[in-house]
């Protein structure tokens, strides 16, 4: 471990000191007293005059030469908006493709112009807007230099118009959208277009086709004429209004009435620092998760939705790896009410970043859980040009509690703590990434072996990317606000990937990848491995085909049922070893018709067989209609007295996007493991920015025999004023 620590110590002090890579690309931003009408015609004078950021540089297929497809911007600002318009000339008069009007829309299934904005210029956080062809809006805060987390919503308005030669995208930004420092005057900035038809990306600061062109590493400099005041008086209220009716018809009761109010507000301390409160907040609005055939020995993981967690939610969510999340908010207010919650987040200036939270839960009388608080706060500092170290501390504590009371209810923690440090590193050119995490946990059990330590380290250039990764998580470490789901154990996981560049033909790169999983217990003895090889053929038209092969050893710790069906489990103790195979296929974007397979065939527990099939399916009425069909099938063959299982997982889903303000989901899930059909049909409008409508409309069915379990309907609206 401290070799480990020792050489990403050493290759930090190699590399992150270096100068941003395009820190000689720069576009100057000029104010304007002229008043802007967002409409895509580009009548102000202002536009004629402000200086552009031309000669875009092909990103995909190959990275070496100019952008074929021509893309021009502009910029400027008043004193309430950042305005910027974006000329998306096309090789040839052609219909755009683009799946809907619905926003955040899947980024390489749309012709899109986007933008990413670094205020603090530290190249790791930032926000990223835009928007496809047909004028669906993109937003985004980025974070770990460059990964986009498109839940994040905020107000600004921007249209899109179409001409025959080209589409123009228009913006207005308030400045009271984005977090910055006062005084500053020069930003990281960089430009993206995706043209599918053309198959080509670009950016206007070079960015490698290794990496996506939201990488901050990589952005250019936007140069302000004039230091950026403090953007004045910054209060938001969000209150809402809710009516809605509910029905358990599994248990007979009646009909539950609802009716309720709440409000978020935010509350700009600073330029750059936010206070956000919450209190009686409702969360029904939440698009509901995806099933999932469930054939895992541990839980889950599903990712956070809910508006009021996903600001700067990366100091406290992705402190960890995806296996080790000391903080999971989703261990918050899901099927308990939440009373109230605030939250300070966002940077001190460039080098410091800052975060703490504290929610409190209602009590439930029926299973005897107490009111609960949750607490976590968070310290980042930036160090050398892109790494930084950050701390976490994480409370759980349950409110006049006496678990002695009443015995016939579940029994609850009375406290559960966490305190963590990681350095996360970040070469300037982003060739170098790691992480180096230790954790220790608190609570009224056994406190030894409540260590847990991680770290990991990669190298990526256009051909070559390596990676090694190891984690030791002690037997007694808790994480009750986290995910977690395995204990007392040590992994080692070691990736490497090859990618060859023929410099003609149907296939635009190939390569063989291996990656590999080795667990032990902390004694060190084998409990698991699993072993796989891909060759991947990445084709010139952006579909995608790839093949492979693994070896599984698994040694159960525990009993376990192979298809969760509650027929019987395996012993704890014995061992299982498969061999399987599998090809996965995905269309290229450019079509109305898409589709992707995903296969898998071969051994499963106990000299079982599995075979696997998930197809994806959908087409577009562009740009109003999209239809997808997701299906999953699973066939188990086992001893008895499992015998042979069969799943079924289908997934139909229609989105009508009437506009890009106006939208109509139905959603269906049938899952046959489950026994249950959900239906999920929800209308949203969005009458001004960030302000909209709901109804929501849900039906849960047992499949087997066919009866309603439960069903509700929901109306609530949302407003967004500010100052």
């Not at 955040?104 to 790791?124: A, M, R, S, Y």
């Not at 491995?529 to 070896?551: A, C, E, K, P, T």
Request: with cysteine; proline share 5%.
């Amino acid at each position: 471990m401290k070799y480990l620590f020792s050489l990403i110590t050493s290759i930090s002090s190699l590399v992150c000191f270096a100068q941003k890579v395009n820190n000689h690309f720069e576009l100057h931003i000029n104010k304007t007293n002229e008043r802007i009408t967002i409409d895509g015609e580009m009548n102000e004078a202002v536009w004629q005059k402000a200086e552009t950021a031309g000669q875009f540089f092909m990103v995909l297929p190959m990275d070496t030469s100019k952008a074929n497809v021509p893309t021009e911007v502009k910029m400027t600002y008043d004193n309430q908006n950042l305005y910027i318009v974006a000329i998306c000339y096309l090789l040839k008069q052609s219909p755009y493709m683009v799946e809907s009007l619905r926003r955040d829309f899947v980024f390489g299934k749309n012709d899109n112009f986007i933008f990413f904005l670094d205020p603090f210029n530290d190249l790791t956080n930032g926000y990223t807007f835009g928007a496809n062809a047909a004028g669906a809006q993109w937003d985004g805060m980025l974070y770990e230099g460059g990964k986009a987390d498109l839940n994040w919503d905020n107000k600004w308005t921007s249209v899109v118009k179409n001409y025959g030669d080209k589409w123009i995208f228009e913006a207005a930004i308030p400045f009271k959208t984005i977090r910055y420092k006062k005084g500053s005057t020069r930003w990281g900035v960089n430009f993206s277009r995706l043209d599918i038809t053309a198959a080509e990306k670009s950016a206007w600061a070079p960015v490698p086709r290794q990496f996506p062109t939201a990488s901050l590493a990589h952005t250019g400099e936007l140069i302000w004429d004039q230091p950026l005041p403090d953007p004045g008086l910054n209060l938001s209220l969000i209150p809402y209004a809710l009516a809605g009716i509910s029905r358990d018809y599994s248990s007979k009761s009646k009909s539950t009435y609802r009716k309720e109010v709440g409000a978020d507000a935010k509350i700009a301390v600073t330029s750059s620092l936010n206070l956000d409160l919450t209190v009686n907040p409702d969360y029904s609005q939440v698009e509901v998760d995806k099933q999932v055939t469930n054939l895992d020995r541990y839980e889950l993981f599903f990712p956070e939705k809910r508006q009021f967690f996903l600001e700067n939610n990366d100091l406290f969510g992705n402190f960890g790896l995806p296996a080790i999340r000391p903080f999971f908010s989703r261990r918050i207010g899901l099927g308990v009410p939440i009373n109230f919650g605030t939250r300070l987040s966002g940077s001190i200036d460039k080098n410091w970043r800052i975060g703490a939270m504290t929610m409190q839960t209602k009590k439930l009388n029926e299973t005897g859980l107490p009111s609960q608080n949750f607490t976590v706060t968070a310290l980042q500092r930036r160090v050398f040009t892109r790494s930084n170290i950050r701390l976490l501390f994480i409370n759980k504590q349950s409110l006049h509690y006496d678990a002695g009371k009443d015995t016939s209810k579940p029994r609850y923690s009375l406290y559960n703590r966490n305190i963590g440090a990681e350095y996360n590193l970040a070469s300037s050119n982003n060739a170098w990434t790691g992480k180096f995490l230790i954790l220790k946990s608190f609570s009224q059990g056994p406190n030894d072996k409540s260590l847990t330590h991680a770290a990991n380290l990669q190298f990526t250039n256009k051909h070559w990317t390596v990676f090694w990764q190891h984690e030791y998580v002690g037997r007694h470490y808790s994480a009750e606000v986290g995910y977690l789901p395995r204990s007392n154990y040590i992994r080692l996981n070691p990736s490497i990937n090859y990618l060859f560049f023929p410099k003609r033909g149907l296939v635009l790169s190939h390569g063989p990848r291996y990656t590999g999983n080795y667990y032990y217990n902390t004694s060190f003895e084998k409990t698991d491995y699993n072993n796989i090889l891909f060759y991947i053929f990445n084709l010139r038209d952006q579909s995608i085909l790839d093949v492979w092969v693994n070896n599984d050893y698994i040694k159960l710790l525990q009993p376990f049922d192979p298809t969760n069906s509650n027929k019987d489990s395996l012993a704890a103790g014995t061992v299982h070893h498969s061999k399987a195979c599998g090809f996965d296929i995905f269309s290229k974007p450019q079509r109305l018709f898409t589709y992707s397979f995903t296969t898998r065939f071969g051994g499963y527990y106990a000299n079982g067989r599995l075979y696997t099939i998930t197809a994806d399916l959908g087409y577009r009425f562009q740009p109003f209609v999209s239809i997808t069909l997701s299906t999953v099938y699973n066939h188990i063959q086992l001893p008895q007295p499992w015998n042979t299982v069969t799943y079924w997982l289908v997934g139909p889903r229609i989105d009508v996007t009437f506009t890009n303000k106006l939208f109509l989901t139905s959603f269906i899930q049938y899952n046959s493991q489950q026994k249950n059909i959900n239906i999920n049909t929800r209308f949203q409008w969005r009458y001004r920015p960030a302000s909209d409508l709901f109804l929501v409309y849900t039906d849960n069915y047992y499949s087997s025999p066919l009866f309603i379990r439960n069903r509700a309907f929901v109306l609530k609206f949302t407003y967004w004023w500010n100052s």
